[in-house]
């Protein structure tokens, strides 16, 4: 189960990237890419290895403040970034 | 076609760098042309810096260095390092002939991502028969343990033929034992060698059904685990032709080794005059061309497509295959069991059940003394 003091970290099989001609973040791994949509975009570049579940929560319910809570979502997300093998989490 | 559809055409996401049509094997699978061209066509360094700087401005992303064989060209470390540079993903297909402990950490650090490396078969005596090189499993073996010891990601490409296709158990479990994180099982694609040599290729229907079943048993007892396989099936077997390309010239654009710039890399064989990045820029080659052009959109769509609800699915089929097969490049894909040809894509599968003529080797190119651009002997 993901809680909120464990630090994601990308899969190094993949590259986060932002693309300017697609106006979005991008995953990158061989020979393929995943378009990101914008808030999946926004919650992928705060995963850098550092930062808490919580750290996410908090910078993005800081930075959309018309968006309502966003805890769940990003949970929601994590853990489908999680299936897809996007991140992973030392134990 | 008009000037509004062009300028709607999105960027080129991915750019496949035919680095040279020279390769130390001789696959009778092989999807090169039958006429390889000369070596001294080639583009240089520079010619090829360009193609990547002017691609990425267009939002080009994925970068394949491919051939022939890519290793063969001694400036491929600068090429992956520009392009590295510029923000491309960089993909090595490789058959693992030219490969070195030292030169996969050379090529680490010009900041290549991700190394192919091609099997021929699961055992050396199956592998070097294919690729008509003695040792060459043995070889690939070691350098597809060093790829993954450097920290690459790994896909192994293993083209699965009449010659090979019993061996698909063994070849999911070398896979495992060589930590691939995807592994390709792709049947022939009847194009350039491969389709002169089809009717030894080309697996029968049971046989296609007795690997597919293997490999889904295979896949149920990983549990998760190990590499993901992709298992591609040859469209003679479908009824409905392939989204080829994902469109013509939508998504793809191939630089040949003589600088030819392609939607794909066998559309060379068509009736239609390419445009080179010798002379031309990308954007005008991608926006402009009358060759890229020319299959865009559905105008160009004869009965039975034009007025098929699935043509914005597979966009007729492929151009090459069709042409190949009936002499018209805008007749629907034949493997379409709605095209008036089907019939040619079943004659095939009977013709492959008794080889008439014998198989063909893949030649190698002439190369030239004296030329500008170093390569490396093998």
Redesign the interface.
């Known amino acids: 189960m993901i809680n909120s003091s464990l630090q994601p970290k990308i899969n ?2 993949f ?1 986060l ?1 932002w ?4 106006e979005c973040y ?1 995953l ?6 995943v378009k990101l949509n914008g808030s999946a975009g926004e919650i992928m570049q705060l995963i850098d290895g550092n930062n808490k579940v919580v750290d996410i929560i908090n910078t993005l319910n800081d930075k959309f403040p018309d968006a309502g809570d966003l805890t769940e979502d990003i949970y929601e997300f994590l853990s489908a970034a999680g299936e897809k093998k996007w991140l992973y989490y030392e134990q | 076609m008009n000037n509004e559809t062009q300028t709607n055409v999105g960027p080129p996401l991915w750019l496949l760098a035919e680095l040279t049509y020279d390769c130390p094997l001789h696959c009778p699978y092989c999807s090169n042309p039958t006429d390889l061209g000369d070596t001294k066509d080639e583009l240089n360094t520079q010619q090829w810096l360009d193609v990547f700087t002017q691609a990425r401005a267009m939002g080009a992303v994925q970068l394949g260095f491919s051939g022939g064989e890519p290793l063969l060209r001694k400036d491929l470390e600068q090429m992956v390092k520009h392009s590295r540079e510029l923000g491309f993903y960089t993909n090595l297909i490789t058959s693992g002939i030219g490969l070195t402990e030292k030169r996969i950490a050379k090529l680490k650090v010009a900041g290549l991502d991700h190394i192919q490396i091609s099997f021929q078969g699961a055992d050396p005596e199956m592998n070097d028969i294919i690729a008509g090189r003695g040792n060459a499993f043995e070889q690939k073996f070691k350098m597809a343990q060093s790829v993954k010891e450097q920290g690459y990601p790994m896909v192994l490409n293993f083209v699965i033929s009449k010659q090979n296709i019993s061996q698909v158990e063994d070849i999911m479990r070398l896979s495992c034992l060589l930590k691939a994180d995807y592994v390709e099982l792709a049947t022939a694609q009847y194009y350039g060698w491969a389709f002169a040599n089809r009717d030894h290729l080309l697996p029968s229907q049971k046989q296609m059904v007795d690997a597919e079943k293997i490999v889904n048993e295979f896949r149920d007892k990983q549990n998760g685990k190990g590499p993901k396989f992709f298992f591609i099936t040859p469209d003679y077997f479908e009824d409905r032709p392939k989204a080829c390309m994902n469109g013509w010239g939508s998504t793809f654009l191939t630089i040949a080794p003589d600088g030819s710039a392609l939607p794909c890399h066998s559309a060379k064989m068509l009736p239609l005059k390419f445009p080179n990045v010798k002379n031309k820029s990308i954007s005008h080659i991608w926006q402009q061309d009358f060759a890229f052009n020319r299959f865009r959109g559905d105008s160009w769509m004869p009965e039975p497509c034009q007025s098929c609800d699935e043509k914005e699915k597979d966009f007729g089929g492929c151009r090459c295959q069709a042409f190949m097969m009936t002499g018209n490049m805008d007749a629907t894909d034949p493997v379409c069991s709605k095209s008036p040809d089907h019939h040619l894509v079943q004659e095939a599968i009977e013709l492959a059940k008794n080889p008439k003529e014998p198989i063909f080797e893949r030649v190698n190119q002439r190369t030239f003394k004296g030329e500008d651009i170093v390569r490396i002997k093998l």
């Open positions: 190094p099989m590259r990237q693309e300017q001609v697609q991008v990158l791994y061989p020979e393929g890419m």
